[in-house]
């Protein structure tokens, strides 16, 4: 059971956290924005562990995850044997639970099966993490349309990393056809909306005025607005803690500092060890007459 929030494996960059924190903090303040979360993809939990902290009252926390569960065809088997051969769900509640009190819901199925295990138009943030197979991503797109409030903020990893060509395929489709209405990018995610993406940016861009530790622009892509992010030091907000911190650790033995010598001490040693024994016992028979 990990003890620190970085014991926990998984691949969730500080500016990431920043900018999830960002989002999430935005909506947790404004009023009337309800909705639950919802993650696609969990690994072993490393940005489930983080949503979890945002999760209010009368809300609904939702990961679904094949886990160690067979995958649905071959392309899917090979993807999860090469990068995921560790994940089970033991692991994902063990580490999760270190962490929260409680789990979240967890679907251990295909993501294919949200769009009918969650309910319509009731998720306000969802991180999609999980297959990276285009015609999967296709799915996950769809799905997360369906179940995604008006407003909703609709993340997607690896949406331009070299191993993952599945991935851009499908999301930068989403945005062309204009479905899909990007708010900003970081060097690994996507961070988008199906409503208005207008009143995410407009906020974004005043936040990010006012820091140094991120860098920003803005491009134009068929006449929409695209915030890019990059990082410039920025450190991770302070990590989630986990429910039984691990001891500290005990403080090293002070050392010992070695008796002072009396004065004198010395030159009786090498007296004792260079004179003729006769002499030495007289010394010191001298020597205690006088104390006496």
């Known amino acids: 059971m990990p003890t620190t929030y970085d014991e926990v494996k998984g691949w969730f960059s500080a500016y990431d956290q920043v900018l999830f924190d960002w989002f999430l903090t935005r909506q947790n303040s404004s009023e009337g924005q309800l909705g639950d979360l919802l993650e696609l993809g969990a690994f072993m939990g490393k940005s489930a562990i983080f949503l979890g902290r945002y999760l209010r009252p009368g809300e609904a926390f939702t990961v679904c995850d094949l886990f160690d569960s067979p995958a649905t065809d071959d392309f899917n088997v090979a993807e999860n044997r090469s990068s995921y051969p560790t994940l089970t769900r033991r692991g994902f509640e063990t580490n999760y639970l270190a962490f929260h009190e409680t789990l979240p819901t967890l679907i251990q199925a295909p993501t294919s099966v949200v769009a009918d295990r969650v309910k319509p138009t009731s998720c306000r943030f969802v991180h999609v993490d999980a297959s990276h197979l285009y015609e999967h991503v296709v799915t996950d797109i769809a799905s997360s349309r369906l179940v995604a409030t008006p407003d909703a903020v609709v993340v997607f990893d690896d949406y331009r990393s070299a191993h993952c060509p599945g991935v851009a395929a499908a999301v ?35 936040w990010l005025e006012e820091r140094t530790d991120l860098w920003h622009g803005v491009d134009v892509i068929d006449g929409r607005s695209l915030v890019r992010i990059g990082d410039e030091g920025v450190a991770a907000p302070a990590p989630p803690q986990p429910l039984h911190p691990a001891p500290p650790a005990p403080a090293p033995a002070a050392a010992r500092k070695p008796a002072p010598r009396r004065p004198g001490a010395r030159w009786r040693k090498l007296a004792k060890d260079l004179l003729p024994p006769v002499v030495t016992r007289a010394i010191v028979a001298r020597n205690r007459r006088r104390r006496g």
Not at 172 to 198: F, M, N, Q, R
């Open 172 to 206: 930068w489709t989403a945005v062309v056809t204009g479905e899909l209405h990007p708010i900003c990018v970081s060097a690994s995610k996507l961070y988008a909306t199906w409503g208005d993406p207008a009143p995410h940016q407009a906020a974004l861009l005043a």
